[in-house]
């Protein structure tokens, strides 16, 4: 069962808060795209599993991750790098959704 963070919440205003040059955060602008967004997301998930990672210091992560698009973000005790290859499969991360870049190249 997953919890919908803006249930019960009105209509949220697109709402444009600068945080530094070339910074904006764009409040409530997924919005509208959120079940392929979150589709996306676990279609990424079943082809790259969430896991908790290791720091170089031998540290499991708390939060576990997964990537996707041409390069991942990858820790293991070897370093920190990106990656085109997921370490725990040998395989490429799964394409980069389509919903994922129509919402990029749609921002404002």
């Known amino acids: 069962m ?3 963070l803006f249930a019960g919440q009105a209509e949220i205003e697109l709402l444009e808060e600068r945080l ?12 509208r ?3 392929a967004l979150c589709a996306a997301v676990q279609e990424v998930i079943g082809e790259a599993p969430l896991r908790h990672m290791v720091t170089p210091g031998g540290f499991r992560m708390s939060v576990a991750m997964t990537n996707c698009g041409a390069l991942g973000w990858v820790t293991e005790e070897t370093g920190y790098r990106y990656d085109p290859i997921d370490p725990q499969s040998g395989r490429c991360w799964p394409q980069l959704p389509v919903s994922f ?5 749609g921002a404002p």
């Open 20 to 31: 530094a040059p070339g910074a904006v955060v764009l409040r409530g602008y997924a919005l």
């Open 33 to 35: 795209e959120e079940a």
């Open 2 to 4: 997953t919890a919908d």
């Open 101 to 105: 870049m129509k919402l990029a190249h």
